[in-house]
Structures are given as C-alpha cells and as structure tokens.
C-alpha cells in the first residue's frame, strides 16, 4: 500500500494534490488543521494535512478470493439448515411442548388456505411470520359458517399483513435525515432521489453533508449530484467539521447526511459514525438495506446499527428481486417503518414512499416493484 501526507490552504486544494497523484481510489487515513511559518507564535498559516493511502492492486482485476468466498459460502448455509433440522428432530424425538411454529406445520392447511402458504414461502417470508399470518387465516376459516372465496382469503392476508405491519408514510419531518448502512447498498444515489424531491417537488431548501471520507470517489459522486440540483456540498472529516457544517447549512429546509458505507460486521464502524456525527433529537437516521441480500444478513445489520437508534428502513434494489419476503421480515421483526423503496438508479424518479399497500401489493404479486 502506498501511503503519502499532503498539505493545502483547505481540504478542497490537499484533495485535488490526493487526486491528482493517488487517483480516485484513495483512503483517507487521517486529516487535522497544521499551522506553519509565522514569527514568534504569530502570522501563521493555517493549512490543512491530508495523510492518505491506495492499494497498487485495487486496479487489478480479482481473481483467486472471490471465487473462493462464494463457494464457501453455500456450505456454511447448508450446514446452518443442517444445525437447525437436527435441533427441530432432537425436539420432537424428546417430546417437548410443541411450539406454534411446530403445530402449524405438522397439521395441513385447507386447500384454499394452502395455495396461500405456498405462496408466503415463494415470497422468502420468515416461517414464524407465515405461520402466525396462517395460523390468524386458519381462525377466521373456521369462524365462517359459510365457505369464504378466494377473493375473500386474499383480502384477509391483506388485513393481517396490513394490522402487523407499521405506517410510516414517509420521514418523520425532522431537519436533519442521516443516510447509513453497509457498503454497496446504494445510500448515496437514495440520498439524491430525496433531495431531488424535496427540492423539485415540495420545494425545500435542501443541503448535503458528507461523512464518507473513506473513498474520495463517494464524495465525487454526491459532488455531482449537489452540482446538478444545484444543492450546496460539505464535507466532514470529524465531529468539529460537522458542527461547522450544520452552522454553514442553518438556513436549509432539509439536510441529508451521507455516512460511510463499511462492512457492517465491524464494530468500529459504528463507534467511527458516533464519532463523527452529532445523533440528537433533530436527527432522523435511516438505514439502508438491499432487497436482494438474504435476511439473515438484514437481521446482523439491524442489530449492529441499533446502536446508534434506527429510525426507518430504506429498501433499495426492489428491481433486481422478485421477492418482498425479506423486507417483510425485517419489518415486522424489528418494528421499524419504511420511510422509502427504491426501484432503479434513475434520479430523481426510481424512488417510493414507504407505505404499507405498496409491500403488500408486491408480496402478494400483485404489483412489480418496479
């Protein structure tokens, strides 16, 4: 890894010098404010120091690791399925109290209630939720004294999804909206598509802080966006920054916080995050996750970044699933609304409020997602 310190008048002249000689995959590794010449203590320059690094091998393409993980990664799976199968045998050859999850799968469902099962498991939703959704369907079966239609039934998983499920109808309408999550999820295309409309649509004054300094190419990519909806730009690199950037951007409707994306199963990134942003009342923190990842990994995210207060959920890559099991899960697990869904990179226009009949919609195929 080649490692060098530069030094400006302020970050935006140490960047270009970072840039110019490291290119866009540079890490920030570390920046503070120097002081040099002077006389005696005073007319001193005050300037900023930038230490950063890269990797000589980040441009070469990946051969051996990646590979390997995704081979790696279906055994571990299939033995997690083993581990629980063998637990759910030892249960029942010991004759333990039956759980609701137990009974509901030991006894068949009604034909009509079953091509709905069948299609709760087509959808990836969690087994306790299908079968405490099955279970409320299966009560009602019973209560009619008359057979209910297929229409009927629908309606009704409609209705139990729909009591189970939180509203949110979007942000709760705090200044501050702060945008986390793992890397590679889409946080900051999701963060352009809210500016975009608050700005465009509703009319706000709208303003952009970055905390993603750990790859100069992040801060490029918001830079765009800030230039093309002509929304002003800070950049933080500590809390003091922060502060400085709240105070520059007071007079703002809106202001949209872009966090670093990491590897969520690092503890430290969330001790950096607290250490860098100011999460008080006026903050409202969102948290970013792809449709498409496996809801084990959702339920990991969830749990680290409970840490900090999760306030809503945002769900992107809805386009790239045909299953809205996932989010469901994470959902109703965790009580968390939905502030938005996004569809697509198109900005500002692949973007939804995250409400209930949207989910519902799509878990029950009645909508794409797209």
């Keep these: 890894?080649?490692?060098?310190?530069?030094?400006?008048?302020?970050?935006?002249?140490?960047?270009?010098?970072?840039?110019?000689?490291?290119?866009?995959?540079?890490?920030?590794?570390?920046?503070?404010?120097?002081?040099?010449?002077?006389?005696?203590?005073?007319?001193?320059?005050?300037?900023?120091?930038?230490?950063?690094?890269?990797?000589?091998?980040?441009?070469?393409?990946?051969?051996?690791?990646?590979?390997?993980?995704?081979?790696?990664?279906?055994?571990?799976?299939?033995?997690?399925?083993?581990?629980?199968?063998?637990?759910?045998?030892?249960?029942?050859?010991?004759?333990?109290?039956?759980?609701?999850?137990?009974?509901?799968?030991?006894?068949?469902?009604?034909?009509?209630?079953?091509?709905?099962?069948?299609?709760?498991?087509?959808?990836?939703?969690?087994p306790h939720i299908r079968l405490q959704l099955m279970n409320s369907l299966l009560r009602r079966w019973y209560q009619q004294e008359e057979q209910a239609t297929d229409t009927e039934l629908q309606q009704w998983l409609e209705e139990e999804i729909r009591s189970r499920l939180p509203e949110a109808n979007g942000p709760a309408g705090r200044k501050y909206l702060n945008v986390f999550g793992p890397t590679g999820v889409g946080k900051t295309t999701t963060l352009a598509k809210i500016a975009a409309q608050a700005s465009v649509k509703e009319g706000k004054s709208v303003g952009f802080i970055s905390t993603d300094t750990f790859r100069?190419?992040?801060?490029?990519?918001?830079?765009?966006?800030?230039?093309?909806?002509?929304?002003?730009?800070?950049?933080?690199?500590?809390?003091?920054?922060?502060?400085?950037?709240?105070?520059?951007?007071?007079?703002?409707?809106?202001?949209?916080?872009?966090?670093?994306?990491?590897?969520f199963r690092n503890p430290l990134y969330i001790n950096q995050l607290r250490e860098l942003i100011d999460f008080d009342q006026e903050m409202e923190n969102h948290l970013v996750l792809a449709a498409t990842s496996k809801y084990k990994d959702m339920k990991h995210i969830i749990s680290q970044f409970e840490l900090i207060r999760i306030d809503r959920l945002i769900f992107t890559k809805l386009d790239e699933t045909n299953s809205a099991g996932g989010a469901l899960n994470a959902v109703l697990d965790h009580g968390i609304p939905v502030s938005y869904y996004t569809t697509g990179q198109n900005v500002p226009d692949d973007i939804r409020p995250g409400d209930r009949e949207t989910m519902i919609r799509a878990l029950l195929q009645k909508e794409a997602w797209t």
């Design 216 to 263: 100069i190419a992040a801060i490029e990519q918001l830079k765009t966006y800030a230039d093309i909806l002509q929304i002003p730009l800070e950049v933080a690199y500590s809390m003091e920054d922060f502060q400085e950037a709240k105070q520059r951007l007071n007079h703002c409707d809106l202001i949209l916080i872009d966090s670093a994306g990491r590897n």
């Design 1 to 126: 890894m080649k490692v060098k310190k530069y030094t400006g008048k302020d970050m935006n002249e140490a960047m270009v010098k970072v840039r110019g000689e490291l290119g866009s995959d540079a890490v920030i590794l570390n920046s503070k404010k120097v002081e040099s010449g002077g006389f005696l203590g005073m007319f001193t320059k005050k300037n900023i120091e930038v230490i950063a690094a890269v990797d000589p091998a980040a441009d070469q393409p990946a051969s051996a690791p990646k590979p390997a993980a995704r081979t790696r990664q279906p055994a571990s799976e299939s033995d997690a399925w083993k581990k629980e199968i063998a637990e759910l045998k030892k249960m029942i050859a010991d004759r333990q109290p039956q759980t609701e999850i137990q009974t509901a799968a030991a006894a068949p469902f009604p034909e009509q209630l079953e091509s709905l099962n069948s299609m709760l498991q087509e959808e990836d939703t969690a």
